[in-house]
């Protein structure tokens, strides 16, 4: 079975700082790895993902996250936040090759971005 | 952009009644999914729909629940006899259906409200 650990329920940060939101998965197989955000009342919307090749990978608004196999861990940056940045943020993982492609979801971390 | 869409966005309903949740899905995706997230908690899957039949479905989703598409855009969530812990936002995806380089696409959810 798998399952993902998100240690950080909330982030407060400051504006223009740079921020790491952690996230640790557990599988016994390959996985897929996603973070989506979720804005206040809306649905979620895809960050970035992994599926394969450069473990480095980069998504919108500035985000990316690095992939490391050894540690299972998938933990998102971002260099220097913005207020708009302020949302929900969840960690996800899924194995195509062995089931439909439900995605098993972290608790998620909320980031607060202060002025 | 194509979009996963879902109505109502808000829906009330007495304890016992029933209710169906409408999605339609981005037109030339295959694969349809359910996801609930009661307040405050992680997003969980409750069932995925692949060639017109549930191929994979959690725990939570008992025989109070079924999933039909009636007709070619539209995905439906059906609960029987709605109880008070099924208050949640209930999120439907899509995915076009190539195994492992493709993404989860999410509607903005319908928030269920049962009294």
């Known amino acids: 079975a798998q399952s993902v650990t998100q240690l950080d329920s909330q982030v407060p940060v400051f504006e223009e700082a740079p921020v790491e939101l952690r996230c640790n998965y557990s599988s016994s197989v390959s996985v897929y790895l996603f973070w989506y955000v979720q804005y206040p009342n809306q649905g979620l919307q895809l960050l970035l993902k992994?599926?394969?090749?450069?473990?480095l990978v980069k998504g919108i608004n500035g985000f990316e996250a690095e992939f490391n196999k050894s540690q299972t861990s998938f933990h998102l940056r971002k260099p220097s936040v913005h207020i708009s940045d302020t949302a929900e943020y969840f960690c996800?993982?899924?194995?195509?090759?062995?089931?439909?492609?439900?995605?098993?979801f972290g608790k998620g971390t909320k980031l607060s971005v202060k002025p | 952009e194509p979009e996963v869409t879902q109505t109502p966005s808000h829906q009330v309903t007495q304890m016992g009644q029933e209710v169906i949740l409408r999605c339609v899905p981005i037109?030339?995706?295959?694969?349809f999914y359910w996801y609930r997230q009661i307040l405050g908690q992680k997003v969980e899957f409750l069932v995925s729909f692949y060639n017109n039949e549930i191929s994979e479905k959690s725990e939570i989703f008992d025989d109070q629940f079924s999933v039909e598409r009636p007709d070619g855009s539209n995905f439906t969530l059906k609960i029987r006899s709605t109880k008070l812990e099924d208050s949640a936002m209930y999120f439907c995806?899509?995915?076009?259906?190539?195994?492992?380089?493709?993404?989860?696409?999410f509607g903005p959810g319908t928030r269920l409200t049962v009294l």
């Open positions: 996800a993982v899924t194995n195509y090759g062995g089931s439909q492609g439900n995605l098993i």
């Open positions: 037109s030339n995706h295959l694969y």
């Open positions: 995806a899509s995915r076009q259906g190539v195994p492992g380089t493709d993404t989860q696409y």
């Open positions: 992994y599926l394969s090749g450069s473990t």
